[in-house]
C-alpha cells in the first residue's frame, strides 16, 4: 500500500507540467466533456488504450487548477478505480458517483477530469526515482459538468441567448464581451463579429460561466459601433461537437 501511494504521487508530481491532448496518447478517453446529470445514480467514462503497451492509470478530479494533487482536490464526487493496469486494445470503464454534498442549484458546475497515463518503463523509473521518466507520461484533462434538474432552458440553446458587444481594455486593445445570461456553460470554439464592410475574428474561442461575461480579443482595429451587426460562432454541444449559430443586432439586417 504504502509503494502504491508513492508510486501514485510520483506519476502525478512529474506530469503536471506536461498537458497534452488525448490524441497523442495511448490511452484515448471516449468524449471531450462529460455531462453529470443530477438525477443519474452515477456515470460511466470509458477509456481505451489504443497503444501497443499496457499503461499504468491514475485518475482523478479537480475544480479547476490544474496544479492539483489528486489528495488535495476536495470534489463532491468518487472516481473509481483510482489506479489501474490498462492493456493495449482494452477498455476501462470510471464510474463516477455524485456524494450528494450540496452544489448550486440554479446553474451548472464545472470540474476536471484529470487522466494521467504513464508506459511501463516509466512506471519503473519512477520507483527509481529517475528523473527522465519526465518524458513519458501524458496527460489528459476534460470538463465535467454537473447539471441539476430544472434548469430554465435547455443546453443547446444557451448559444443563441448571449448577447454582445465591444469593450476597449486597459492595454488599448479592443475585444468582443459575451455574455451569458443561462445557466448552462457555453463554449466557443470560434467567433466572427460584422459591422458593415468590416469583420473580426477570434479563432482561440474560450468558455462564458453561467450568468458571467467573458472578453475575445479582436485586435487593435476599433469597431463602428457598440454592439456588432452580426455575430457567427461556433459552439461546443454536449457530444463534442461543433455547431455554428447567429446573432444579429435588433435592427440589423438580416
Do not use: C
Request: glycine residues 6%; without cysteine; proline residues 7%.
Amino acid at each position: 500500500m504504502v509503494m502504491r501511494k508513492k508510486l501514485s504521487k510520483a506519476m502525478t508530481v512529474f506530469a503536471l507540467s506536461w498537458l497534452v491532448s488525448i490524441a497523442h496518447a495511448g490511452v484515448v478517453i471516449s468524449g471531450t466533456r462529460v455531462i453529470y446529470q443530477a438525477k443519474e445514480r452515477e456515470v460511466t467514462v470509458k477509456l481505451s488504450n489504443e497503444g501497443d503497451a499496457p499503461a499504468l492509470v491514475q485518475v482523478w478530479l479537480d475544480t479547476g487548477n490544474p496544479n492539483a494533487m489528486p489528495d488535495e482536490s476536495k470534489v463532491p464526487f468518487t472516481l473509481s478505480p483510482p489506479l489501474f493496469r490498462l492493456d493495449p486494445k482494452k477498455g476501462q470503464s470510471l464510474r463516477l458517483i455524485y456524494t450528494q454534498e450540496p452544489l448550486p442549484q440554479d446553474k451548472e458546475s464545472l470540474f476536471w477530469l484529470n487522466v494521467l497515463e504513464v508506459p511501463p518503463r516509466a512506471a519503473a523509473s519512477t520507483t527509481a526515482d529517475d528523473p527522465n521518466s519526465l518524458q513519458l507520461a501524458f496527460r489528459s484533462r476534460i470538463k465535467l459538468f454537473f447539471r441539476p434538474a430544472g434548469l430554465a432552458g435547455n443546453a443547446d440553446e444557451a448559444a443563441a441567448k448571449v448577447s454582445w458587444k465591444f469593450v476597449r481594455k486597459d492595454n488599448g486593445a479592443y475585444a468582443l464581451e459575451a455574455t451569458n445570461p443561462t445557466p448552462y456553460h457555453v463554449t466557443f470554439s470560434k467567433i466572427v463579429a460584422s459591422e458593415s464592410t468590416t469583420s473580426w475574428t477570434s479563432d482561440k474561442g474560450g468558455m462564458v460561466d453561467p450568468g458571467a461575461s467573458a472578453d475575445f480579443d479582436i485586435g487593435n482595429v476599433a469597431p463602428l459601433a457598440d454592439v456588432p451587426a452580426q455575430v457567427d460562432y461556433t459552439f461546443i454541444n454536449d457530444y463534442g461537437a461543433g455547431v455554428t449559430g447567429k446573432t444579429l443586432r435588433d435592427g440589423a439586417r438580416k
